[in-house]
């Protein structure tokens, strides 16, 4: 089945400067990569999401980029700001319905 | 609507006990999954229906564990009997195919 992978497992960058969090995954059928956002005591929520035929997506100041052929797709933030701690989590989907975790990335914004 | 109702929110019980966890999806959504979410593991997914029929229960660690979509709008997790390492939160997420995950707010399970 689908393993997703997720570097680093905690990150911590100063406010403004730019964050970026890795995946890696095994079944090449996975088609589907959404990102979630999970604040404290909070449930996931998704920010962002690409499918296997589109290179790079951007939303303000968020963006994901895929490479279908090495299997790994980046979550990048920008101008980090405060309300950006939180953990993020990549997963993956071969037919947009099972979707597999990585294990998540604790994301600090120091002032 | 509402979206996705998860109960109880905390649960604290004795080792050996029963617990059931409840989850009442999105109206309209025909996917349900349970997942487990620790420190050590992240989110895990136990098991997922579609149209109220179990699709892949292979996450579900073990035969302690159950789960059932009796119809649309109600799905239980069940553990008997419960063990100190099944404490956890438990989320219930609710989907179109290929729609965004809608999670509930969760059920921290304290098994002492």
């Known amino acids: 089945g689908e393993n997703v992978e997720q570097h680093p497992s905690t990150l911590s960058v100063q406010e403004g400067d730019s964050a970026v969090i890795k995946c890696t995954y095994s079944?090449?059928?996975?088609?589907?990569f959404p990102w979630y956002k999970q604040e404290l005591g909070k449930r996931p929520q998704l920010i962002i999401d690409i499918r296997s035929n589109v290179g790079e997506k951007k939303d303000q100041r968020i963006a994901v980029t895929l490479n279908k052929t090495a299997k790994h797709f980046s979550l990048h933030i920008t101008e980090t700001q405060p309300e950006d701690s939180a953990v993020y989590f990549c997963a993956a989907s071969q037919r947009d319905d099972k979707i597999i975790f990585g294990k998540g990335t604790r994301l600090h914004i120091l002032p | 609507d509402a979206g996705v109702i998860q109960s109880p929110r905390h649960e604290v019980t004795e080792m050996g006990q029963e617990v059931t966890l409840r989850c009442k999806p999105i109206s309209g959504h025909d996917y349900l999954f349970w997942y487990r979410q620790t420190m050590m593991r992240g989110l895990e997914l136990l098991i997922y229906?579609?149209?109220?029929?179990?699709?892949?229960d292979s996450g579900m660690p073990e035969d302690r564990f159950s789960a059932k979509m009796p119809n649309a709008s109600f799905s239980t997790l069940k553990i008997q009997p419960s063990e100190p390492r099944d404490s956890a939160v438990y989320f219930c997420?609710?989907?179109?195919?290929?729609?965004?995950?809608?999670f509930g707010e969760g059920s921290r399970l304290t098994v002492l």
């Open positions: 079944d090449s059928a996975s088609n589907y």
């Open positions: 997420a609710s989907s179109l195919l290929g729609g965004e995950l809608f």
């Open positions: 229906f579609n149209n109220n029929v179990p699709i892949d």
